[in-house]
């Protein structure tokens, strides 16, 4: 019984929440140290690895009846374009009109599944209005690759599905500024996991420590109560050397 306690005593990890705060304390030159060289790579990282991209946006608004005039019909064609705006969504990234996309704007070397991956197409809710996004590393690529896009998704749909018109809401714009993270964010980021990989690794080297530091792991390590303290004073040794 006696020695299960005792091994149940010795498994036991008691964590000094106010020795690891200290030992932080004390190594922090160095963790912000690490944590400037961390920043410094993610900002290299951001400025020399990662290629900008710009997206542009154009709105096409598709109606299924010409003519609609009283509510009821207004219902009706709302009802049949908002059921049908998946269907759009398959049609804008069809092989057919991403290869004529090709090959109006001479994409040479481009497949078109490779095009399909720079356009996304959104669908609000209740609308009938089909927003189509092109992201590439060149802003007027974009605002091409968007128009083009666009031009070709409304004949196909015209064509196959009979619609009535395809109108035009927004022309694709010419982005001026990149939406992928800049440098100065890869080098919060970087600073931050390095800060963190410093403090979790002296955190575990603190836990996992066994030397004795203080009375109290004097009595909880080997089990024998301290009768006094000596403390340690630098300046005898200091004299003594000075003596000789």
Same mark, same amino acid.
């Given at each position: #019984?006696?020695?299960?306690?005792?091994?149940?005593?010795?498994?036991?990890? =008691?964590?000094?929440?106010?020795?690891?705060?200290?030992?932080?304390?004390?190594?922090?030159?160095?963790? &912000?140290? $690490?944590?400037?060289?961390?920043?410094?790579?993610? +900002?290299?990282?951001?400025?020399?690895?990662?290629?900008?991209?710009?997206?542009? *946006?154009?709105?096409?608004?598709?109606?299924?009846?010409? =003519?609609? *005039? *009283? !509510?009821? /019909?207004?219902?009706?064609?709302?009802?049949?374009?908002?059921?049908?705006?998946?269907?759009?969504?398959?049609?804008?990234?069809?092989?057919?009109?991403?290869?004529? &996309?090709?090959?109006?704007? =001479?994409? @040479?070397?481009?497949?078109?599944?490779?095009?399909?991956?720079?356009?996304? %197409?959104?669908?609000? =809710?209740?609308?009938?209005? $089909?927003?189509?996004? $092109?992201?590439?590393?060149?802003? &007027?690529?974009? #605002?091409?690759?968007?128009?083009? %896009?666009?031009?070709?998704?409304? @004949?196909?749909?015209?064509?196959?599905?009979?619609?009535? /018109? $395809?109108?035009?809401?927004?022309? /694709?714009?010419?982005?001026?500024?990149?939406?992928? *993270?800049?440098? #100065?964010?890869?080098? &919060?980021?970087?600073?931050?996991?390095?800060? +963190?990989?410093?403090?979790?690794? +002296?955190?575990?080297? +603190?836990?996992?420590?066994?030397?004795?530091?203080?009375?109290?792991? !004097?009595?909880?390590?080997?089990?024998?109560?301290?009768? /006094? !303290?000596?403390?340690?004073?630098?300046?005898?040794?200091?004299?003594?050397?000075?003596?000789?």
């Amino acid at each position: #019984m006696e020695t299960n306690q005792m091994m149940n005593h010795e498994d036991e990890i =008691e964590i000094d929440i106010k020795g690891i705060i200290i030992d932080l304390w004390r190594k922090a030159p160095l963790i &912000v140290l $690490v944590g400037i060289l961390t920043a410094m790579l993610g +900002f290299g990282y951001g400025a020399f690895m990662v290629t900008p991209m710009y997206q542009s *946006s154009t709105q096409m608004f598709i109606r299924t009846q010409s =003519e609609a *005039s *009283s !509510v009821n /019909a207004l219902m009706y064609d709302m009802q049949v374009g908002t059921m049908l705006t998946q269907d759009y969504a398959v049609m804008i990234k069809s092989r057919h009109v991403l290869e004529q &996309v090709i090959e109006d704007l =001479e994409l @040479e070397g481009m497949t078109y599944q490779q095009l399909a991956g720079k356009i996304s %197409v959104s669908l609000p =809710e209740d609308t009938r209005i $089909v927003t189509i996004k $092109v992201t590439d590393a060149n802003p &007027v690529n974009a #605002m091409k690759i968007a128009d083009t %896009v666009r031009e070709r998704a409304a @004949e196909h749909i015209t064509n196959v599905m009979g619609i009535e /018109a $395809v109108n035009v809401v927004d022309t /694709a714009n010419l982005p001026t500024s990149s939406i992928s *993270s800049g440098p #100065m964010k890869y080098a &919060v980021l970087g600073g931050a996991a390095g800060c +963190f990989l410093m403090c979790a690794l +002296f955190v575990m080297m +603190f836990i996992l420590n066994d030397a004795i530091r203080t009375p109290d792991d !004097v009595e909880r390590k080997l089990g024998l109560s301290v009768l /006094a !303290v000596v403390p340690h004073n630098s300046n005898i040794k200091k004299s003594k050397k000075n003596k000789k």
